[in-house]
């Protein structure tokens, strides 16, 4: 908050607290004797002096929440009658604020205390610096105790990680003060540990239960993976709140089942028991985003306007991100702009959006003029540049970030990698080792796709072994991109091992591997490998099909491609993309059925693009189809004037077939000044990639490649070329 306004606040606080003592101080002076001040409540006079305590209590507890700490002392000080719940109350923003020393100097002054103000004095020890010691010593030397003093000590025990402890002080304190409280308490520090089991036998033991006990245990379910068993509990509730109700839903949405999730927020709103609330409203919105339920976003959004909800930080973040990932910018912005209240995220959320809607420019607008910044709002401006392709101002942010982590590098890596610069990427990882930053599971990731898009095996292998060291071996996304990796490098039976070794292959794990076979010309592996996939209830998807229908092409099994593109649509509701068509079009060429490939192609319900033309092209070179090469030439010529392939292509058919106007593509080609790529090849020699362009001359040991081939040519008896036009191979 700017400081002129918290003054301004401040001032307003002030005054409105002037003008009520002024009203109360005579009042308050005459009906509360020193003892009632020790009372609280229980007056026997003056109704409204308790009311106005009470009141002014209540202002010092909403600005400690709020974390406005000097609104709370500013009332706290203004008050003329004090009681012991108001010391409390401020001793209570102290510590939820982090001012651990001024709670612990207003706790030894106040003038009475009791069981709620020691609690709160060991709670400060224990949520501020985890002072376990001390929050001990003052819970031996409290006069009386109840359960919320015991919750507080397990609790403390819990986050200082002192497990034992909790345990034995849980098992040793008075069963009276045990359930709920101080049951929900070890519930949910055994929970945080991901030990559901001792949970489970926790709450089963407990005598009494409350609300927050069935919620933690079904949230405990939900984020196991055990959907059944939380719905079990759920159903057995005897009262369910807003907690329980949001838990039940976030599970059924993180388990995938959208359906049944959203199916259950409309029971919740049907039943109308319990009031929906901000938190049940975000996990929607994020799930109509994550599952692209446009409609369903909208309607929500509907119910928050007709609801009356405020747009607090929560829910207008969920609904400006479920619109950015919509590409409703429009949208987004009008929400961020109703905010009442913003942080950080808010503002991630808006620029995230504008960068998914490819408007950098806009998005490094509103990062430059959000007041906080944050490693998500550096590392999202820095994708978004690597993705626009401006590798230089990506490395110039990142260069300037005050703070770098793995998630940094990971964003600038992976936008090396994305911009097919695999060096580059390389180059940062080892910059990142270098300066003692932990890589993450997606940094391996990434540094392990440039090693595949250099096929340098010894880079990959060193990569490999690093993750071996820092024991992520079995992390899914390094597990596949090694899978893809090891292919590309040539090895595909070391991919293979790498792939019998997950525990729950993905789609995309299954992918890699079919996709490492069919580039292998290992069809029936590959087709084995997607039946086998089906068997376990992976649903394949458009990139699986790329693979299946590839190998097809590649084993000349016609009728089974033709199988398998037709079961995209029949039995997997997959619309087939442009890649798909030139798979089918590769295979029924390469088959020698070029008529059906171009009535195929004239089947298509939208125009083909260059894949399939130029699969029809390649199939017309092998097969001497000069008629449909030429088709094919004139479209890809349409479609890509600047390639020279189309030209090549039909100037050497025009050749063999002895016909006249073979002359006259080439003068075309050479009229429109397109000239073919030279062909590229490349070797790894002491970390050294060694790079070879047809025609080049450029290398250091040009001379003495030439010695080498021309003794290779000799000893085959393959050459009668003299040495000086050996540059021609």
Same mark, same amino acid.
């Given at each position: 908050?700017? /400081?002129?306004?918290?003054?301004?606040?401040?001032?307003?606080?002030?005054?409105?607290?002037?003008?009520?003592?002024?009203?109360?101080?005579?009042?308050?002076?005459?009906?509360?004797?020193?003892?009632?001040?020790?009372?609280?409540?229980?007056?026997?006079?003056?109704?409204?002096?308790?009311?106005?305590?009470?009141?002014?209590?209540?202002?010092?507890?909403?600005?400690?929440?709020?974390?406005?700490?000097?609104?709370?002392?500013?009332?706290?000080?203004?008050?003329?009658?004090?009681?012991?719940?108001?010391?409390?109350?401020?001793?209570?923003?102290?510590?939820?604020?982090?001012?651990?020393?001024?709670?612990?100097?207003?706790?030894?002054?106040?003038?009475?205390?009791?069981?709620?103000?020691?609690?709160?004095?060991?709670?400060?020890?224990?949520?501020?610096?985890?002072?376990?010691?001390?929050?001990?010593?003052?819970?031996?030397?409290?006069?009386?105790?109840?359960?919320?003093?015991?919750?507080?000590?397990?609790?403390?025990?819990?986050?200082?990680?002192?497990?034992?402890?909790?345990?034995?002080?849980?098992?040793?304190?008075?069963?009276?003060?045990?359930?709920?409280?101080?049951?929900?308490?070890?519930?949910?520090?055994?929970?945080?540990?991901?030990?559901?089991? $001792?949970?489970?036998?926790?709450?089963?033991?407990?005598?009494?239960?409350?609300?927050?006990?069935?919620?933690?245990?079904?949230?405990?379910?939900?984020?196991?993976?055990?959907?059944?068993?939380?719905?079990?509990?759920?159903?057995?509730?005897?009262?369910?709140?807003?907690?329980?109700?949001?838990?039940?839903?976030?599970?059924?949405?993180?388990?995938?089942?959208?359906?049944?999730?959203?199916?259950?927020?409309?029971?919740?709103?049907?039943?109308?028991?319990?009031?929906?609330?901000?938190?049940?409203?975000?996990?929607?919105?994020?799930?109509?985003?994550?599952?692209?339920?446009?409609?369903?976003?909208?309607?929500?959004?509907?119910?928050?306007?007709?609801?009356?909800?405020?747009?607090?930080?929560?829910?207008?973040?969920?609904?400006?991100?479920?619109?950015?990932?919509?590409?409703?910018?429009?949208?987004?912005?009008?929400?961020?702009?109703?905010?009442?209240?913003?942080?950080?995220?808010?503002?991630?959320?808006?620029?995230?959006?504008?960068?998914?809607?490819?408007?950098?420019?806009?998005?490094?607008?509103?990062?430059?003029?959000?007041?906080?910044?944050?490693?998500?709002?550096?590392?999202? +401006?820095?994708?978004?540049?690597?993705?626009?392709?401006? @590798?230089? $101002?990506?490395?110039?942010?990142?260069?300037?970030?005050?703070? $770098?982590?793995?998630?940094?590098?990971?964003?600038?890596?992976?936008g090396f990698v994305n911009n097919e610069e695999f060096a580059e990427a390389i180059y940062w990882y080892i910059l990142m080792i270098r300066e003692a930053v932990r890589p993450s599971a997606l940094t391996f990731s990434? +540094?392990?796709?440039?090693?595949?898009?250099?096929?340098?095996?010894?880079?990959?292998?060193?990569?490999?072994?690093?993750?071996?060291?820092?024991?992520?071996?079995?992390?899914?996304?390094?597990?596949?991109?090694?899978?893809?990796?090891?292919?590309?490098?040539?090895?595909?039976?070391?991919?293979?091992?790498?792939?019998?070794? @997950?525990?729950?292959?993905?789609?995309?794990?299954?992918?890699?591997?079919?996709?490492?076979?069919?580039?292998?010309?290992?069809?029936?592996?590959?087709?084995?490998?997607?039946? /086998?996939?089906?068997?376990?209830?992976?649903?394949?998807?458009?990139?699986?099909?790329?693979?299946?229908?590839?190998?097809?092409?590649?084993?000349?099994?016609?009728?089974?491609?033709?199988?398998?593109?037709?079961?995209?649509?029949?039995?997997?509701?997959?619309?087939?993309?442009?890649?798909?068509?030139?798979?089918?079009?590769?295979?029924?060429?390469?088959?020698?059925?070029?008529?059906?490939?171009?009535?195929?192609?004239?089947?298509?319900?939208?125009?083909?693009?260059?894949?399939?033309?130029?699969?029809?092209?390649?199939?017309?070179?092998?097969?001497?189809?000069?008629?449909?090469?030429?088709?094919?030439?004139?479209?890809?010529?349409?479609?890509?004037?600047?390639?020279?392939?189309?030209?090549?292509?039909?100037?050497?058919?025009?050749?063999?077939?002895?016909?006249?106007?073979?002359?006259?593509?080439?003068?075309?080609?050479?009229?429109?000044?397109?000239?073919?790529?030279?062909?590229?090849?490349?070797?790894?020699?002491?970390?050294?990639?060694?790079?070879?362009?047809?025609?080049?001359?450029?290398?250091?040991?040009?001379?003495?490649?030439?010695?080498?081939?021309s003794r290779i040519c000799i000893s085959t008896r393959q050459s009668d070329t003299p040495l000086q036009d050996l540059s021609l191979l």
């Open positions: 908050m700017p /400081a002129k306004q918290s003054t301004l606040r401040l001032g307003s606080a002030r005054s409105c607290l002037k003008k009520l003592v002024l009203t109360h101080s005579t009042l308050a002076a005459h009906t509360l004797s020193k003892s009632h001040l020790r009372g609280g409540y229980d007056l026997p006079k003056g109704q409204e002096t308790n009311r106005f305590i009470i009141y002014c209590n209540s202002q010092i507890t909403r600005h400690g929440r709020n974390g406005n700490i000097k609104e709370a002392e500013s009332v706290f000080k203004l008050m003329p009658v004090k009681n012991t719940i108001t010391w409390t109350a401020l001793l209570t923003a102290y510590a939820e604020n982090g001012q651990l020393g001024e709670a612990q100097k207003l706790f030894d002054e106040m003038p009475d205390k009791n069981v709620a103000s020691w609690n709160a004095m060991i709670t400060a020890y224990v949520h501020n610096d985890l002072r376990i010691d001390e929050a001990y010593s003052l819970f031996h030397r409290m006069p009386e105790r109840n359960a919320v003093s015991y919750a507080a000590m397990i609790t403390g025990f819990i986050h200082a990680g002192m497990f034992g402890k909790a345990e034995s002080f849980y098992n040793g304190m008075p069963r009276v003060w045990r359930d709920p409280v101080c049951s929900n308490a070890l519930i949910s520090g055994y929970l945080k540990m991901g030990e559901l089991d $001792k949970a489970v036998w926790v709450f089963k033991g407990m005598l009494e239960k409350d609300v927050v006990s069935w919620s933690s245990m079904i949230d405990g379910y939900c984020k196991e993976g055990r959907i059944s068993d939380a719905r079990n509990l759920f159903d057995l509730m005897p009262v369910r709140n807003v907690v329980s109700w949001t838990a039940m839903i976030d599970g059924y949405m993180k388990s995938q089942n959208f359906e049944v999730g959203f199916g259950l927020f409309l029971s919740m709103r049907r039943e109308g028991v319990v009031a929906v609330g901000s938190r049940t409203l975000t996990v929607v919105f994020e799930a109509c985003a994550e599952f692209g339920r446009y409609e369903e976003g909208i309607q929500i959004h509907g119910l928050v306007s007709r609801l009356g909800l405020e747009y607090d930080v929560f829910l207008g973040n969920s609904i400006i991100d479920m619109y950015g990932k919509f590409g409703r910018i429009d949208a987004a912005n009008r929400i961020f702009k109703l905010m009442n209240k913003r942080d950080v995220a808010s503002w991630n959320s808006l620029i995230a959006s504008y960068v998914k809607a490819d408007k950098i420019e806009a998005a490094y607008d509103l990062f430059q003029i959000m007041p906080e910044k944050d490693i998500v709002s550096w590392t999202t +401006v820095i994708g978004g540049f690597c993705s626009k392709g401006d @590798i230089a $101002k990506s490395i110039h942010l990142f260069t300037i970030m005050p703070k $770098k982590d793995d998630v940094a590098y990971t964003a600038i890596i992976s990434s +540094v392990i796709s440039a090693s595949a898009g250099l096929a340098t095996l010894t880079h990959g292998l060193q990569i490999h072994a690093q993750v071996v060291k820092m024991d992520m071996e079995f992390d899914l996304s390094v597990q596949n991109s090694l899978v893809t990796m090891y292919s590309k490098c040539g090895n595909v039976s070391d991919s293979y091992q790498i792939f019998t070794n @997950i525990t729950s292959p993905s789609i995309v794990s299954f992918n890699s591997m079919i996709t490492a076979f069919a580039q292998h010309g290992l069809a029936q592996e590959a087709l084995h490998l997607f039946k /086998a996939m089906q068997n376990e209830g992976q649903e394949p998807n458009q990139i699986t099909f790329l693979g299946i229908l590839s190998s097809c092409a590649h084993m000349g099994l016609v009728e089974e491609g033709k199988s398998y593109f037709k079961s995209m649509r029949s039995a997997y509701q997959i619309e087939p993309g442009h890649d798909h068509y030139a798979c089918m079009v590769d295979l029924l060429g390469r088959a020698g059925f070029l008529d059906e490939a171009i009535d195929f192609i004239h089947s298509m319900t939208y125009e083909p693009r260059s894949g399939v033309w130029g699969a029809l092209l390649s199939a017309s070179r092998c097969h001497l189809r000069p008629d449909l090469a030429q088709l094919a030439a004139e479209h890809l010529i349409g479609l890509e004037p600047d390639n020279a392939t189309s030209y090549v292509v039909l100037s050497n058919i025009c050749s063999i077939l002895g016909k006249k106007n073979a002359e006259q593509v080439r003068l075309i080609q050479k009229a429109k000044g397109v000239k073919k790529n030279p062909g590229c090849s490349w070797i790894v020699v002491k970390e050294k990639v060694h790079l070879f362009l047809a025609g080049d001359q450029s290398h250091d040991n040009f001379v003495e490649i030439l010695e080498t081939l």
